[in-house]
């Protein structure tokens, strides 16, 4: 797009399906090769990705050309298709409905960064629901819990 210029930071996030730890160490540098794969094919600069067993977060430079919702669909049906077509699993792999979407200035960024590769030493502390809840409310989001994603607790 000539004479459009942009500067968006978004962290994505999304969930396993009923929230199960699918995704092992063993396979995590191959899945995060692969999502790096659709975003950069879809134009959009990776700047971070880390899964854990039940959940991605990743950081991607946006253009203006491809909506947030549109990547997300596309990373999650990719990434699951991959994910069942390498037969890692003996269950059909699936995420679940939705994602977080969350933008950043260029200022935050390297303490984004930071928080999605230290992913592991972070749950240590603190689950995946009270981080997620966090979010929500420190970026001041309104939101219904029914509509969130499944939690184990």
């Known amino acids: 797009m000539p004479n459009t210029y942009s500067q968006i930071y978004i962290q994505i996030?999304?969930?396993v399906k009923r929230r199960q730890n699918l995704i092992s160490k063993q396979h995590r540098e191959e899945l995060h090769k692969f999502i790096?794969?659709?975003v950069t094919n879809r134009g959009?600069?990776?700047?971070?990705v880390f899964a854990m067993p039940d959940h991605?977060?990743?950081?991607v430079g946006l253009q203006p050309n491809v909506s947030v919702s549109d990547l997300a669909r596309d990373i999650k049906a990719g990434s699951s298709k991959f994910i069942n077509d390498?037969?890692?699993i003996n269950v059909k792999f699936n995420w679940q409905?939705?994602?977080g979407a969350f933008s950043y200035a260029k200022s935050q960024i390297d303490n984004v960064i930071k928080y999605i590769l230290n992913q592991e030493e972070h749950h240590r502390k603190k689950t995946?629901?009270?981080e997620y809840l966090q979010y929500?409310?420190?970026l001041e989001i309104e939101y219904d819990e029914r509509y969130l994603f499944e939690w184990i607790e």
């Open 13 to 15: 996030v999304f969930v």
């Open 36 to 38: 790096t794969g659709i």
């Open 44 to 48: 959009q600069k990776m700047l971070a």
């Open 56 to 59: 991605v977060h990743l950081l």
């Open 86 to 88: 390498s037969n890692w």
């Open 97 to 99: 409905e939705g994602f």
């Open 128 to 130: 995946f629901k009270k």
């Open 136 to 138: 929500l409310q420190k």
